[in-house]
């Protein structure tokens, strides 16, 4: 099945496109206040395209999607991130690039998201991961950014010692919070041989216990605390509904 199921929903996607971002042109020009023309006619476009694009998933992509967006207000700010991530590596100018940066200051700190100066980490399916899983990276920017080599990085997820999760095809990311100095923290490996499913397993992890005062599992392999938290993903992994639920 295609990403965008538009012959099986009957959806003509360029009509529907122009449609939407005519209405939302309308609604932004009835808004008052003093918008600059060309934002109002660049938010219509994205408006429409994302709104068709949302349209025209499959069935099965709706109910993903609706399951992961918990907060849909901070989705927002990462699709604008995308976009200018994206305009910087198509332009050569310097000057564009200066305002880009502009642009994607502005849109951080009307988001609050501290974060958004980190160099980009991936795309679309990265940032709604991100919504549950915390701040995720392919393996580009783990080569980049942590000095991990892409043969280190897929030997490891070979032998599961590191949480890959999949981002649709073959494509994969790597929840950041399980390096330190460039290394998958001790227990990763048994954690996943424990829980076996890897969204189950980052979701556990990442979830505070009461057996550990409130702390994330995570947080204690990070303290060399390995031995408790594989006794813990034992204990779990007998009893299926102690589990957290992924989609």
Known sequence: MNEFNSAASGVVRSELERVVAAALEQALRGRGG????NA???????????????????????????ATLKNPSKLAPKIVRLLLADAAQ???????????DSMETSAASQ???ASDSQPQRGGLASALIEDWAGQVAGSTYLEETLRIPR?????????G???????GGRKHVF???????????P????????????RTAWSWLIRPAAEFDGEAPIDLLTKDRSDDVIRAAAAVSASTDQLPQTT
């Open 111 to 113: 988001s609050e998201m």
């Open 40 to 66: 109002v006619k660049l938010a219509a476009i994205v408006g429409g395209s994302v709104a068709t694009a949302i349209i025209n998933l499959s069935p099965r992509q709706h109910r993903a999607l609706s």
């Open 90 to 100: 198509e332009t050569e100018s310097t000057s564009a690039r200066g305002q880009l």
């Open 175 to 185: 929840p950041l919070a399980q390096f330190v100095d460039g290394r998958p923290v």
């Open 161 to 167: 010692e590191v949480i890959a999760l999949r981002t």
């Open 151 to 159: 043969s280190t990085l897929h030997r490891w997820q070979r032998r």
């Open 34 to 37: 003093e918008t600059s023309e």
């Open 187 to 198: 227990g990763i490996r048994e954690v996943l041989q424990l829980i076996g499913h890897p």
